[in-house]
């Protein structure tokens, strides 16, 4: 019983006990919002997180940046933009701090330029202790 139960999920394992980790996430849904964080970027690392929730990848490779993000909302803002239901603001983002779209995407942002950006699986690699 206990190989059908593991088989068909009836089982409680410690991964369904796991607590899911929460991100300080700023939701990033207003074209007004960039300004902001383009400011605030001159006191503050401002992080833009685009994830587009109809994909596979992205939805993988935002769990790892969850499970690995080790930050506190003093060292930077950290905002969560789903580009489906907000293309305008992800076409803006693209034309403000003149980078091109990827999705998934992360974008830092210091002092009113991109210090860097990186998408899919590179996102991950990116080492933002050196941005803080």
């Not at 293309?87 to 995407?105: A, C, L, T, W």
Request: glycine letters at 6%; a neutral charge; one cysteine or more.
């Amino acid at each position: 019983m206990g190989l059908i139960n593991k088989l068909f999920g009836t089982s409680t394992s410690s991964a369904n006990n796991k607590e899911e980790k929460l991100l300080p996430w700023i939701p990033l849904n207003e074209l007004a919002q960039l300004d902001f964080i383009e400011n605030k970027s001159n006191t503050k690392t401002q992080v833009i997180f685009k994830h587009s929730t109809r994909c596979g990848i992205s939805r993988m490779v935002m769990k790892q940046f969850v499970d690995s993000y080790s930050f506190t909302e003093k060292g930077l803002d950290l905002y969560y933009l789903d580009l489906l239901n907000y293309r305008d603001v992800s076409n803006e983002v693209g034309y403000k701090f003149q980078i091109m779209h990827e999705s998934p995407q992360l974008i830092v942002i210091k002092n009113g330029v991109v210090l860097t950006h990186a998408s899919h699986g590179a996102i991950n690699d990116l080492d933002l202790s050196r941005f803080v």
